[in-house]
């Protein structure tokens, strides 16, 4: 098969006393995500998409919660290993579709950095990845700025072998 489609999704709470990091770029805001790692939702749910459309399971599977050398970590770092599970499985990344669902704080300012350094992790054109922002117009938790969102959206291409 030589292409292969993935999603993902994260959700993480807004908290007092964290920094707010998106696509691996800190954004200025009173409250961060809550969790284990930096809890960038974007990153998660783009390694998650990754990992399902190669079949390597999910994030939790490999970097769980529960083993204390991911806590604080940098989900930029997660997301460098799971590109080297995606080329040793013989995949290239093709491209990336994504969205941030939250109510504040505003995103537009920030989706170009985050484009560049998804691109440098990743190895791949900053063209063919799309981040969009978008809000729940005050409706249900995000609404309510409990706190964040994200998809994702990833199409593999099956490597040359030759």
Do not use: W
């Amino acid at each position: 098969m030589p292409f292969r489609v993935g999603i993902g999704y994260d959700v993480h709470r807004l908290t007092e006393g964290r920094k707010l990091v998106l696509g691996g770029v800190s954004i200025p805001f009173p409250k961060g995500l809550a969790g284990h790692s930096d809890a960038d939702v974007l990153v998660h749910a783009i390694c998650d998409a990754l990992l399902g459309a190669a079949a390597l399971g999910d994030i939790g599977s490999h970097f769980p919660d529960s083993d204390e050398k991911f806590k604080d970590i940098s989900s930029l770092q997660l997301l460098k290993e799971v590109a080297v599970m995606i080329t040793h499985s013989s995949y290239q990344v093709q491209n990336i579709d994504s969205v941030i669902i939250a109510q504040l704080p505003e995103l537009a300012p920030y989706i170009s950095g985050m484009r560049d350094i998804l691109s440098k992790n990743l190895d791949i054109p900053k063209s063919n990845i799309s981040i969009k922002a978008t809000t729940t117009e005050h409706l249900g938790f995000i609404g309510r700025g409990e706190g964040i969102a994200a998809k994702a959206v990833v199409l593999l291409k099956k490597a040359n072998t030759n």
